[in-house]
């Protein structure tokens, strides 16, 4: 199986104790997001988890000082690694982005470049944040990023009804088709510059005759290259038609992520709960109330080696 780590929230950032408490006991309590007294046990370790994908604004220096503790164990993983061009008004608890840079940098030299994707999303357009303003500064985060890095991806916003009210307080509105068009011609010629491969996440727009095929975000092609397997894998069901992501179970919960960005799908509310970095789950210590399973997850196969004989 594949760990997403998380869409949900931001576990590198904010939960790095907790997690690793979980991964020294062997297992993950997971929260049902439509009901939260559901409980999956997730039994997870190098054996059943063949690989783990981070997904990150501002990983803590003890996350990735911690790293060296799956690495020990013998765990695959690489992240998702997002990094915008928006100031506070926008990701409000998101720190100054020179910071964060350095951080990238850090995690790419310690672990290898092909581990540390850049995210370039979601791309918002409005008074501030123009065409020209996203080309700029684009360019000067792919200067910076570049060696640090073998991809970019880019996504353009969406427009979920339980933010809707945050977005139109920053006037922000779905781009147009001519707008991302026109956008991603502009990002593909600078990522062509630094020599990253450029794809896009999650679009229905197709931008392949301009050369941005649609992405994976988990990886399947990635997942095999790092852990030198030829595994079969499966476009993961539970997600949009559009999504090109293979197959995961992800251990995070909604409305845990404290950047407190405008644009956020997955935090809608402003009260969000302190997690207790020995509990099972991240949201809480279990309850009477809850109900727990056991997640029964298949190990991945491989291809079959006659497969590949002449």
């Known amino acids: 199986?594949?760990?997403?780590?998380?869409?949900?929230?931001?576990?590198?950032?904010?939960?790095?104790?907790?997690?690793?408490?979980?991964?020294?006991?062997?297992?993950?309590?997971v929260r049902n997001p439509m009901n939260?007294?559901?409980?999956?046990?997730?039994?997870?370790?190098?054996?059943?988890?063949?690989?783990?994908?981070?997904?990150?604004?501002?990983?803590?220096?003890?996350?990735?000082?911690?790293?060296?503790?799956?690495?020990?164990?013998?765990?695959?993983?690489?992240f998702q690694f997002t990094i915008s061009s928006y100031a506070q008004d926008i990701e409000k608890s998101?720190?100054?982005?020179?910071?964060?840079?350095e951080k990238f940098q850090k995690l790419s030299n310690q672990i290898g470049k092909e581990k540390v994707i850049w995210r370039y999303d979601p791309i918002i357009l409005n008074e501030k944040y123009t065409f020209d303003y996203h080309v700029k500064y684009f360019e000067y985060l792919a200067e910076k990023l570049s060696s640090y890095t073998e991809k970019v991806i880019i996504s353009f916003v969406d427009c979920y009804s339980k933010i809707k009210t945050r977005l139109q307080d920053n006037q922000i509105s779905e781009l147009t088709q001519d707008q991302m068009r026109k956008l991603g011609i502009a990002l593909k010629k600078i990522a062509d510059k630094y020599n990253l491969k450029i794809e896009s996440c999650s679009e229905a727009i197709n931008l392949d005759d301009i050369g941005i095929p649609h992405g994976?975000?988990?990886?399947?092609?990635?997942?095999?290259?790092?852990?030198?397997?030829?595994?079969?894998?499966?476009?993961?069901?539970?997600?949009?038609?559009?999504?090109?992501?293979?197959?995961?179970?992800?251990?995070?919960?909604?409305?845990?992520?404290?950047?407190?960005?405008?644009?956020?799908?997955?935090?809608?509310?402003?009260?969000?709960?302190?997690?207790?970095?020995?509990?099972?789950?991240?949201?809480?210590?279990?309850?009477?109330?809850?109900?727990?399973?056991?997640?029964?997850?298949?190990?991945?196969?491989e291809h079959s080696p006659e497969l590949f004989s002449d």
């Not at 059943?48 to 981070?54: D, G, H, K, P, R």
């Not at 501002?58 to 164990?73: Q, R």
Request: proline share 4%; charged share 25%.
């Open 94 to 101: 998101v720190p100054k982005k020179t910071e964060i840079i």
């Open 216 to 301: 994976h975000c988990i990886d399947g092609d990635l997942i095999n290259r790092i852990c030198n397997k030829k595994f079969i894998f499966q476009k993961d069901k539970t997600q949009r038609n559009e999504c090109g992501c293979v197959t995961s179970i992800d251990i995070g919960s909604y409305n845990t992520c404290r950047h407190n960005c405008a644009y956020c799908y997955a935090t809608w509310n402003g009260n969000i709960p302190n997690s207790v970095d020995n509990s099972s789950p991240l949201l809480g210590s279990l309850s009477n109330e809850d109900k727990v399973n056991d997640r029964k997850v298949p190990i991945l196969k």
């Open 36 to 78: 939260v007294h559901q409980v999956s046990k997730v039994e997870v370790n190098p054996k059943n988890a063949e690989c783990l994908v981070f997904w990150t604004k501002n990983p803590s220096l003890s996350f990735i000082e911690n790293l060296t503790k799956l690495d020990a164990k013998g765990f695959k993983y690489y």
């Open 1 to 29: 199986m594949i760990i997403s780590i998380s869409r949900r929230t931001d576990i590198p950032a904010f939960f790095s104790e907790w997690f690793f408490n979980r991964i020294e006991d062997g297992f993950f309590m």
